[in-house]
């Protein structure tokens, strides 16, 4: 069953514009992570966030971690042409876990 | 860097074929991990290492085996390839037994046919 959902499926802007992904998810957690997929390619890492941690940044990106409401957001601010990708939430599955839960992804696609 | 190759980036198979993948991760990685992605069901763990000859089923193991006799090298098995089996496989790694940042390589496209 899938532990983390994204929202909205997929998201459409313009360059410079910034881009707001969301994740939700069903039980409680360790760790949260973001990834980026190019078209066709492996998966790469962006950022984990702790349950204990509320907000982290790292570069142009902005994660938040509500664990009381289930829910992250990924930022992306001022984006780029090369941010078109598709983008990953995943969940362990608590303490002691290394599996990881993978949400169905948010395409994004940022129009020059 | 961390590099994990996958042994084909596209590979097209018959109906029936036994079927191994190949991937191979260069940090001495103990977790290694294998994935398929579809259209709208994301990915989905098949089968994952801890160790070298250890082995635990993921969520959907069926019709799947795997090999980890390296500890660099995990192979998956199709014993009897089906149509439905046509996906992209991903391998992933990571170190230790926490649920860190996973190291996925480039995927294999398989086509069943």
């Known amino acids: 069953s899938q532990q983390g959902e994204e929202d909205p499926q997929a998201l459409s802007i313009q360059e410079g514009e910034n881009a707001t992904m969301n994740c939700s998810y069903k039980t409680s957690i360790n760790n949260l992570q973001w990834y980026r997929q190019n078209s066709g390619r492996g998966l790469v890492h962006l950022i984990l966030?702790?349950?204990?941690?509320r907000e982290k940044h790292s570069g142009r990106l902005r994660v938040t971690l509500d664990t009381s409401k289930k829910s992250s957001s990924l930022l992306i601010t001022a984006s780029r042409a090369a941010d078109t990708a598709s983008y990953f939430c995943?969940?362990?599955?608590?303490?002691?876990?290394?599996?990881?839960?993978f949400g169905k992804g948010t395409k994004l696609s940022v129009i020059p | 860097d961390v590099k994990v190759t996958q042994s084909s980036r596209y590979l097209v198979k018959r109906t029936g074929e036994k079927v191994f993948l190949e991937c191979v991760q260069d940090?001495?990685?103990?977790?290694m991990f294998w994935y398929r992605q579809d259209p709208g069901l994301g990915l989905r763990l098949i089968y994952f290492s801890y160790d070298v000859k250890m082995k635990e089923k993921g969520d959907i193991p069926e019709g799947y085996s795997v090999s980890r006799e390296k500890k660099e090298r995990f192979s998956l098995i199709l014993e009897s390839a089906s149509t439905n089996q046509t996906s992209m496989y991903l391998c992933?790694?990571?170190?230790?037994?926490?649920?860190?940042?996973?190291?996925f390589g480039p995927g294999t496209r398989l086509t069943v046919t």
């Open positions: 940090m001495d990685h103990e977790n």
């Open positions: 992933a790694s990571t170190p230790g037994r926490l649920s860190g940042e996973q190291y």
């Open positions: 966030i702790r349950s204990n941690e």
């Open positions: 995943a969940t362990d599955k608590g303490a002691g876990s290394y599996q990881l839960t």
